[in-house]
Antibody, heavy 122, light 106 residues
Framework: QVQLVESGGGVVQPGRSLRLSCAASGFTFSSYGMHWVRQAPGKGLEWVAV????????YYADSVKGRFTISRDNSKNTLYLQMNSLRAEDTAVYYC???????????????WGQGTMVTVSS | EIVMTQSPATLSVSPGERATLSCRASQSVSSNLAWYQQKPGQAPRLLIYGASTRATGIPARFSGSGSGTEFTLTISSLQSEDFAVYYCQQYNNWPLFGGGTKVEIK
């Protein structure tokens, strides 16, 4: 079945780095744009970043620009989020999500992973 | 900068009743609007995109309407599994979510 599974979350000190992974299965990963969306504890949803199906373009929310890097390895069906210079306000559940459209980008999300928790605390 | 506002923040409804949730954009997003359902401890689930198109597998009791700046999600007859938080999201520009409406049992 179509599935996204995140990993790599944990507790990290402010200023440190963390890399999240999202393993995709059950669909042709290489033909879909992919996103990261986060949710702070008890709060709403915030879009973080998007990467084109072929990795050719990447865009970020202003809140993470210059600190986070989205990437993908289509040979491994895996999406990544490298998070540097982490701040307390980055504490959230991080979800990877598939764009609705194949080969194009709609910027809406039809398949979500279960999420991985990132806690930034000293 | 677009702002997405959902109302009410909390909606108390009895099972079997109709629920009407509102979402307002501070500027036109055309029909580039989606609705998601989120239950505690779970990831969001896509319900509606294109303002009114139900996603795969979504029951017909969920319907979306509107365009421009005013949108509505209607649940025609609430089932027990429908009590959850609902988010609207515009994708006319980079994705932006509303603050959510919690639908609770009355």
């Amino acid at each position: 079945q179509v599935q996204l599974v995140e990993s790599g979350g944990g507790v990290v000190q402010p200023g440190r780095s963390l890399r999240l992974s999202c393993a995709a299965s059950g669909f042709t990963f290489s033909s879909y744009g992919m996103h990261w969306v986060r949710q702070a504890p008890g709060k709403g949803l915030e879009w973080v970043a998007v990467i084109w199906y072929d990795g050719s373009n990447k865009y970020y929310a202003d809140s993470v620009k210059g600190r986070f890097t989205i990437s993908r390895d289509n040979s491994k069906n895996t999406l990544y989020l490298q998070m540097n210079s982490l701040r307390a306000e980055d504490t959230a559940v991080y979800y990877c999500a598939r764009d609705i459209l194949e080969w194009e980008l709609l910027n809406a999300f039809d398949i979500w992973g279960q999420g991985t928790m990132v806690t930034v605390s000293s | 900068e677009i702002v997405m506002t959902q109302s009410p923040a909390t909606l108390s409804v009895s099972p079997g009743e109709r629920a009407t949730l509102s979402c307002r954009a501070s500027q036109s997003v055309s029909s580039n609007l989606a609705w998601y359902q989120q239950k505690p401890g779970q990831a969001p689930r896509l319900l509606i995109y294109g303002a009114s198109t139900r996603a795969t597998g979504i029951p017909a009791r969920f319907s979306g309407s509107g365009s421009g700046t005013e949108f509505t999600l209607t649940i025609s007859s609430l089932q027990s599994e429908d009590f959850a938080v609902y988010y609207c999201q515009q994708y006319n520009n980079w994705p932006l979510f509303g603050g959510g409406t919690k639908v609770e049992i009355k």
